[in-house]
């Protein structure tokens, strides 16, 4: 099957991503009818429904429609883009697309849902995923906060000598804005592996002995875009399942995305209490 109908303008290595991102940002200006949106949020597994709760809806427009984003290749995750209209009157973006770096498109692509966020106007980028939990304290369906991260895919949306700082790249002021809604939220560094398998036992020692609690395959990459483009970034991850090894269990996939199914009405409510706040 084709993941995707119409011809990529990421295909041309020539081509400007930043300039496919402010092209793909004009469209969704005219699409909606905002011409400036202020946060943006990417929905991965279980947190769908926040969707609906932090506002107003006032366009959906199918992902495929915009310049540079393909059709999700994860069954789960709703190939849409929306714009919605906060009780505060601020204008949100919200991305149920994404494209894994596991999917072999290239980072250019990974990145392109953040860096359009950012030629939307966005200053505040909201990443969630669903992810595998090191602390054992963590049953599947608990909520926890990105403090850092650790990037073990080899990769990096920064292309040439591009260096940018990573310090405090999980924004605390952030952070603490999700403390204020729910004191009780955790905080782990993420480790994103490039996947799309799973982590064998051993991987998962070696990322809680280098100093992480969450195993993924998508925020790091994208945070790091977050960063590039000047956005402040709040990371959060549901915790699908314990790491392999760390549970007995064998994981499946089906297994994730039921435990998001589940948690989903909770991370997204909370998740909706937060970006009231910002
Ligand atoms: N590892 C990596 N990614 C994941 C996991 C996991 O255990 N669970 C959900 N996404």
Redesign the pocket.
């Known amino acids: 099957m084709a993941s995707e109908d119409a011809p990529n303008p990421f295909d041309d290595p020539a081509a400007d991503p930043f300039e496919i991102a402010r092209v793909a940002a004009e469209l969704i200006a005219r699409r909606s009818g905002v011409e400036r949106h202020d946060i943006a949020l990417t929905l991965g597994s279980g947190w769908g429904r926040a969707a609906d709760l932090i506002g107003e809806t006032v366009a959906t427009i199918p992902a495929t429609d915009i310049p540079g984003f393909s059709r999700s290749a994860v069954p789960g995750h709703v190939g849409t883009i929306r714009s919605v209209l906060l009780p505060n009157g601020k204008h949100a973006l919200v991305l149920g697309a994404r494209t894994h770096y596991y999917e072999g498109h290239g980072v250019r692509r990974v990145v392109h849902g953040v860096r359009t966020a950012a030629a939307t106007g966005a200053s505040v980028m909201i990443l969630t995923n669903?992810?595998?939990g090191i602390k054992e304290t963590w049953g599947p369906g608990t909520p926890a906060l990105i403090s850092d991260h650790i990037n073990l895919t080899a990769a990096s949306p920064l292309e040439g000598a591009t260096f940018i700082d990573l310090t405090d790249l999980y924004s605390q002021r952030l952070r603490d804005i999700a403390h204020e809604v729910d004191a009780s939220l955790d905080e782990g560094v993420y480790v994103q592996?490039r996947?799309p398998h799973?982590?064998t036992p051993a991987e998962v020692q070696m990322a809680k002995t280098i100093g992480g609690h969450i195993?993924?395959?998508s925020t790091a990459l994208e945070a790091i875009a977050a960063r590039q483009s000047g956005m402040e970034v709040l990371g959060m991850s549901l915790i699908?399942?314990l790491?392999?090894g760390i549970s007995p269990i064998p994981?499946s996939h089906s297994e994730?995305i039921e435990a998001g199914k589940t948690a989903e009405p909770v991370i997204s409510d909370l998740l909706a209490r937060i970006v009231e706040r910002l």
Request: proline letters at 0%; glycine letters at 24%.
């Open positions: 669903g992810a595998g592996f996947g799973y982590e195993v993924g395959m699908t399942n790491a392999a994981l994730v």
